[in-house]
Nanobody
Framework: VQLQASGGGLVQAGGSLRLSCAASGRTFSSSAMGWFCQAPGKEREFVAT????????YYADSVKGRFTISRDNAKNTGDLQMDNLAPEDTAIYYC?????????????????WGQGTLVTVSS
């Protein structure tokens, strides 16, 4: 599976962005996917994950109620809708896919990674 994330940019606090992840490869539709972020000087951390069918999702406490993960297996895409953004959300966001079909918040469970897209939230 090859992944390419897009949709990052500069937004004011309280604004919204929608990140997209385009996947190639026949196994994407049977793979769970996730979003992770890495802020400057910090380690990469979990944001959200969705099962292969889209029927199960799980979020980091810091984004729960503000971010929504979704996917469209027919289009081989996955999205992360980010609302009510705050300056502390500033980071590079990565989409990832794992060979398992169930959700996981562990980055080491993911074998495939996109290149990352930068989200900057100004105060």
């Amino acid at each position: 599976v090859q992944l390419q994330a897009s949709g990052g940019g500069l937004v004011q606090a309280g604004g919204s962005l929608r990140l997209s992840c385009a996947a190639s490869g026949r196994t994407f539709s049977s793979s769970a996917m996730g979003w992770f972020c890495q802020a400057p000087g910090k380690e990469r951390e979990f944001v959200a994950t969705i099962s292969w069918s889209g029927g199960n999702t799980y979020y980091a406490d810091s984004v729960k109620g503000r971010f929504t993960i979704s996917r469209d297996n027919a289009k081989n895409t996955g999205d992360l809708q980010m609302d009510n953004l705050a300056p502390e959300d500033t980071a590079i966001y990565y989409c990832a896919a794992r060979t398992g079909s169930s959700v996981s918040s562990g980055q080491y469970d993911y074998a495939y990674w996109g290149q990352g897209t930068l989200v900057t939230v100004s105060s």
